[in-house]
Nanobody, 119 residues
Framework: QVQLVESGGGLVHAGGSLRLSCAVS????????MGWHRQAPGKQRESVAS???????DYAAFAKGRFTISRDDAKNMVYLQINGLKPDDTAVYYC?????????????WGQGTQVTVSS
């Protein structure tokens, strides 16, 4: 079992920056990948960024150049740095990890953190 708790969201002006954090606990040794999704009001959840256990990062087209995913294994943390925030970035941001368990692959999600960007 793995538990995720996001933090770092808030209300910011366009052009500002935020660093979202995701605290990971539980059986972290089973984790093989991690990432962030977001869901804007009235829209489907979409992928933002992902990071493999070999530290390969992949980004959605809209995220390239402004978003950076990173990890700190010593602290069991996953981060998402967002620069140059735009009103379109307003969404709930969810952290996830993919764990390889005896019963198969399983994805765990956090509860989300709200990011609101004012124009």
């Amino acid at each position: 079992q793995v538990q995720l708790v996001e933090s770092g969201g808030g209300l910011v002006h366009a052009g500002g920056s935020l660093r979202l954090s995701c605290a990971v606990s539980g059986t972290t040794s089973t984790i093989t990948g991690m990432g962030w999704h977001r869901q804007a009001p009235g829209k489907q959840r979409e992928s933002v960024a992902s990071l493999t256990d070999s530290n390969y990062a992949d980004y959605a087209a809209f995220a390239k150049g402004r978003f950076t995913i990173s990890r700190d294994d010593a602290k069991n943390m996953v981060y998402l740095q967002i620069n140059g925030l735009k009103p379109d970035d307003t969404a709930v941001y969810y952290c996830y990890v993919i764990a390889r368990e005896s019963s198969g692959w399983r994805t765990y999600w956090g509860q989300g953190t709200q990011v609101t960007v004012s124009s």
